[in-house]
Nanobody, 120 residues
Framework: QVQLVESGGGLVQAGGSLRLSCAAS????????IGWYRQAPGSQRELVAA???????NYADSVKGRFTISRDNVKNTVYLQMNSLKPEDTAVYYC??????????????WGQGTQVTVSS
């Protein structure tokens, strides 16, 4: 079983920065897609940034140039650096790992979510 633990959310003023972290533990074995999603009140969960196998990171248009996804393969940790934050970035942010575990079963693991609030 794969577990994800997120940290780094909080309250920040518009224009500020935050860095989210998501540490994976358990039988991650082979990780496929890693993504950060967010969900604002009354809205659907949306993809913010993702790593896909063999490709460059991709970003939602709304965060391009402001957010950066990165990873530490040794620590099995993914980060989301968020700069120039706007009030519309306010949401609960979730990390997601998809892959194959040690028994060659697919998994689709989610973090517990971390609140990001940007004040104007």
């Amino acid at each position: 079983q794969v577990q994800l633990v997120e940290s780094g959310g909080g309250l920040v003023q518009a224009g500020g920065s935050l860095r989210l972290s998501c540490a994976a533990s358990g039988s991650t074995f082979r990780i496929g897609v890693i993504g950060w999603y967010r969900q604002a009140p009354g809205s659907q969960r949306e993809l913010v940034a993702a790593f896909r196998p063999g490709g460059n990171p991709n970003y939602a248009d709304s965060v391009k140039g402001r957010f950066t996804i990165s990873r530490d393969n040794v620590k099995n940790t993914v980060y989301l650096q968020m700069n120039s934050l706007k009030p519309e970035d306010t949401a609960v942010y979730y990390c997601n790992f998809k892959g194959i575990d040690g028994r060659l079963n697919p998994y689709d693991a989610w973090g517990q979510g971390t609140q990001v609030t940007v004040s104007s």
